[in-house]
């Protein structure tokens, strides 16, 4: 084909395409301008709402991309270019990528329920999927949780979102459960006085709720004390250790006896 027969084709073509074409590249470089005004705006109102970052990026990417996929079939639609066929392919690979992704989209979708419902934040202590931790980050896929022993634990944000949870800083105090045991022969009401002073005494457990002792049960070898002192989530772990520490050395001061299991042997002499 000589270069005649070419410019006389292409002076064919725009004549009956150029208007088309010119369109469809100022509806490109319009509506990329218009999306990126309104992603900006989105994101502003999501900052405004004080929605978690992760969430507000993702967000902010999943309009971004649907914009663009949106304003890229309208383009080639202009362009003559039948779209029918190519929505089709498009559907199929979604589907076909959401059934093989279909755990991490289960995930995916948890942590956007997390995010957006805020059962948790960052730094609460939690108790999920038989861990204790306090979260350390809050992901798309996952969270990240740090135990006291000072393990890190990843879950998956699908069983997360599912599954039952306890936030055990949401309320801000958190009550230290401990079983005190003494003689069958101490006094409890001075038992009781001892331990009650010795939480009134201590820096870190709270005035309110009040703290408590009351007789959980008659063991075998000892009454069994309900030791119960609130404290903020954080304090949990020391004043467990401090008062169960206190309560030994204010009853061994006071002469109460902490029992241990005790047997009695009878022997039997054959005559």
Same mark, same amino acid.
């Given at each position: ?53 992760? /969430?507000?990026? *993702?967000? %902010?990417?999943?309009?971004?991309? #649907?914009? !663009?996929?949106?304003? $890229?079939?309208?383009? &080639? ?27 991490? /989209?289960?995930? *995916?979708? %948890?942590?956007?329920?997390?995010? #957006?419902? !805020?059962?948790?934040? $960052?730094?609460?202590? &939690? ?27 990843? /879950? ?116």
């Amino acid at each position: 084909m000589n270069p005649e027969t070419l410019t006389q084709e292409a002076i064919a073509f725009l004549k009956l395409h150029g208007p088309n074409v010119l369109l469809a590249i100022v509806t490109l470089v319009l509506g990329l301008w218009i999306i990126r005004r309104v992603v900006k705006l989105f994101r502003r109102g999501l900052e405004v709402r004080e929605m978690e970052p992760a /969430l507000r990026t *993702f967000l %902010g990417s999943l309009v971004d991309v #649907l914009l !663009k996929a949106l304003l $890229i079939i309208s383009v &080639i639609s202009m362009l003559g270019i039948p779209t029918t066929s190519f929505v089709a392919i498009l559907g199929a690979a979604g589907l076909a990528i959401g059934l093989a992704l279909q755990g991490s /989209l289960g995930n *995916f979708a %948890g942590g956007v329920l997390i995010l #957006l419902f !805020k059962p948790f934040r $960052i730094g609460d202590l &939690i108790q999920a999927q038989g861990y204790i931790g306090h979260v350390q980050a809050i992901n798309i896929f996952v969270t990240t949780l740090l135990t006291p022993d000072n393990k890190t634990v990843i /879950l998956p944000n699908g069983p997360l979102s599912n599954d039952s949870l306890t936030n055990l800083t949401t309320a801000g105090k958190l009550r230290v459960d401990l079983t005190i045991g003494i003689d069958y022969e101490a006094d409890i009401k001075k038992a009781r006085n001892v331990i009650m002073e010795i939480m009134r005494n201590h820096p870190k457990v709270l005035d309110e709720p009040a703290p408590s002792v009351n007789v959980m049960e008659l063991a075998d070898n000892s009454v069994n004390l309900a030791v119960r002192p609130y404290a903020k989530p954080e304090d949990y772990w020391t004043v467990y250790f401090e008062i169960t520490e206190a309560v030994k050395e204010g009853l061994d001061a006071t002469g109460i006896g902490i029992p241990y299991p005790q047997r009695v042997v009878h022997l039997v002499r054959d005559e």
